[in-house]
């Protein structure tokens, strides 16, 4: 076969260098593969944790993943481009990343790599201590590193949770930027703007809650740019890229650490094992398809009664509970910019 016939389409200039943190992971591979057909030069910084919690755990991918250097090698003989890898960990290896960062003075940088299970994090004092361990440190040592090398023109794009909301809802919508509030003063009452109190449910969730401190501190002090994502889950397995070539396929997890409730019951589904329904059985939250990067295929709950059509953009007037809205807060200063708990504008996807 001409491998030419297939190859992927694209700008002839790249377009500026992307990061790919966890780029190995279920959002980052098929994240770096459109990037990179798109027309960016990516390179992922990934040190395979997730591939070694498999390993803990007893478990593997329902899809057989292949190595990064299977993948890599797959996707630049089909796409004729070259994603290149670095294998560091954030958190301690930091002179590593600093010169990373200087040598390739990204444009922007995707973070996808923290530990995201929340069942996972809560499993003992060691899975709880890792989890805040590896996501906070890691976190820090991005933003520290991208001001040890001068790159304050690196646009960061960090994935949340809409779980640091919580569960719950005070009836109240979770505005479009910061929450006015009044507080009392001694020169009497005084309006203010404070971000949406976070209510999380787990470490993971908890950790995610810090981590928009620190994007919030940087901004402010460093005029670091940031956009945080908070969103729904995001399940399924194939996009456009990791259909090309079984080499590509993304990882499927079922398992109860690291498996979406909705890819567990397919499974179950599939062998005829009764669904493993927890808790008190009204959990509504949005569910995002893991198919490409365009419209948004979302099902589940809808305050408004309408379900939209398959690729339809969710609308901002169907956002009504902390669990089925984005929200984005933009805070402004004369040295930069970050966007807290922004839905991407033209509704790309997310974990």
């Not at 004729?80 to 301690?92: A, D, E, P, Q, V």
């Not at 930027?177 to 787990?202: K, R």
């Amino acid at each position: 076969m001409d491998v030419r016939a297939n190859r992927v389409t694209s700008d002839s200039a790249s377009k500026g260098t992307i990061l790919v943190l966890g780029g190995d992971g279920f959002c980052g591979w098929p994240t770096s593969l459109h990037l990179s057909a798109v027309g960016y030069d990516v390179a992922i910084v990934d040190n395979l944790s997730r591939r070694k919690i498999d390993v803990e755990l007893g478990t593997e991918s329902l899809t057989p993943i292949q190595t990064p250097q299977v993948r890599l090698a797959k996707w630049a003989n089909i796409s004729g481009k070259t994603i290149r890898f670095h294998n560091l960990t954030l958190g301690s290896d930091y002179t590593e990343l600093v010169e990373l960062l200087k040598n390739e003075r990204p444009t922007a940088i995707v973070h996808f790599a923290e530990q995201r299970a929340a069942p996972y994090s809560m499993k003992s004092p060691q899975e709880m201590r890792y989890t805040v361990r590896n996501n906070l440190n890691g976190t820090h040592d991005l933003l520290c590193a991208v001001v040890d090398a001068g790159c304050h023109h690196t646009h960061i794009v960090h994935l949340g949770t809409m779980g640091v909301y919580g569960y719950g809802t005070a009836g109240v919508r979770v505005p479009e930027g910061y929450l006015p509030v009044v507080v009392q003063t001694d020169n009497g009452p005084q309006e203010i703007e404070i971000l949406y109190p976070a209510d999380p449910g787990s470490i993971y969730h908890m950790t995610k809650t810090q981590d928009a401190l620190f994007f919030h501190y940087y901004n402010k002090n460093y005029g670091i740019r940031i956009t945080d994502l908070h969103q729904g889950i995001v399940w399924g397995t194939q996009t456009k890229e990791t259909r090309l070539a079984p080499e590509l396929v993304n990882r499927f997890d079922y398992c109860g650490d690291y498996g979406t409730v909705l890819n567990r019951f397919l499974v179950e589904a599939a062998i005829g094992y009764p669904l493993t329904v927890h808790g008190i059985r009204r959990a509504d939250a949005g569910l995002y398809q893991h198919t490409g990067y365009g419209p948004l295929h979302r099902i589940g709950h809808q305050p408004s009664g309408r379900q939209p059509p398959a690729g339809q953009y969710l609308q901002s007037d169907d956002r009504d509970t902390p669990r089925d809205r984005s929200r984005e807060t933009n805070l402004r200063n004369d040295r930069g910019q970050v966007a807290v708990g922004a839905q991407p504008s033209q509704r790309s996807r997310r974990q």
